[in-house]
């Protein structure tokens, strides 16, 4: 969130061409990760407030990142297909269990308790396993810190999750739903750079290895708890609460809003109606 409104305000000339980026009517509805960047220690609450009640324009992500992405979670496919077996390092990991298929945003959600408050999100990978119940993973590309500062973005992302899983209703055709969550983690795809070896190299390129390493995510529920409390208390304010001192991102969202303002559109960040 941090991040993309820094991109954002680098460009922020380009702002006026995102005109669809009004108030959002959706703002109510939570997604994992927006709630995880809450938990991280430099949470600016005035800058939640801003990006889920007003948003921002996406930010560009390299296209070769993208498709790095989005082969890491292809793998596990691959290897049912080709071997009907989940790939080796899943087992030495003791991960076993049978892929359902990828949930949506759209149905992948439920109430909190507060106000119209509603939690949604879509897991990497859901397992179910033998004993019926299952392991969620998210998938990190990236080389594994244990020190890792958004860690505890993460686990919030996966505690919501398993949160959704366990509570979703009605039941859906070809899920479990709702169902006990036994297994939490993050499995990440450390690129490895060495290029000692010349077989990785061949006439038409080089290839990159990616070393898998498990990370187990404990049960949180109480931490949820108290942020989808503080989550509420900020979102349900009409206008946006006091930021952290020298907050360079809400800078960067009130850039956002003041090029909107410009751009003819009816709010500002104090949630205040304009003529």
């Given amino acids: 969130m941090a991040r993309a409104a820094r991109a954002t305000a680098a460009g922020i000339s380009c702002l006026i ?13 939570l997604s994992a990760r927006t ?35 989005s082969y890491s979670k292809k793998v596990l496919q691959a290897a049912l297909q080709h071997a009907q077996r989940l790939p080796h390092w899943f ?28 939690l949604s999100g879509t897991p990497d990978e859901i ?8 392991i969620i993973i998210d998938y990190k590309t990236a080389r594994f810190k244990p020190d890792d500062p958004f860690r505890p973005l993460y686990e ?11 509570n979703l209703a009605p039941p859906r055709d070809g899920y479990p739903f709702p169902c ?4 939490l983690g993050l499995m990440y795809y450390d690129p490895l750079t060495e290029v000692d070896r010349p077989d990785k190299i061949n006439t038409r390129g080089f290839l990159m290895e990616f ?12 931490w949820i708890d108290e942020l989808l409390m503080r989550a509420w208390a900020i979102l349900s304010q009409p206008a946006p609460p006091a930021g952290a001192s020298n907050c360079k991102t809400c ?14 559109f009816r709010y500002t960040t104090t949630g205040d109606r304009l003529p």
């Fill in 17 to 29: 061409a995102y005109p669809r980026y009004t108030m959002r009517t959706n703002w109510d509805v």
């Fill in 35 to 69: 709630l995880g960047a809450l938990a991280l220690p430099d949470a600016c609450e005035r800058c939640f407030w801003l990006h889920q009640r007003i948003g921002a324009p996406p930010t560009p992500f390299p296209g070769v990142f993208s498709s790095i992405d």
């Fill in 91 to 118: 087992e030495r990991f003791e991960l076993h269990g049978e892929p359902l298929p990828s949930t949506h945003h759209s149905w992948f959600k439920i109430a909190t308790g507060h106000g119209s408050l509603q």
């Fill in 127 to 134: 397992l179910l396993a033998p004993d019926g119940s299952l």
């Fill in 156 to 166: 919030v992302q996966l505690n919501v999750y398993a949160r959704i899983a366990e």
């Fill in 180 to 183: 006990r969550v036994q297994t």
């Fill in 211 to 222: 070393h898998a390493h498990w990370v187990p995510i404990l049960r949180r529920d109480a």
């Fill in 251 to 264: 800078q960067a969202y009130q850039a956002i809003a003041n090029a909107r303002h410009r751009a003819g």
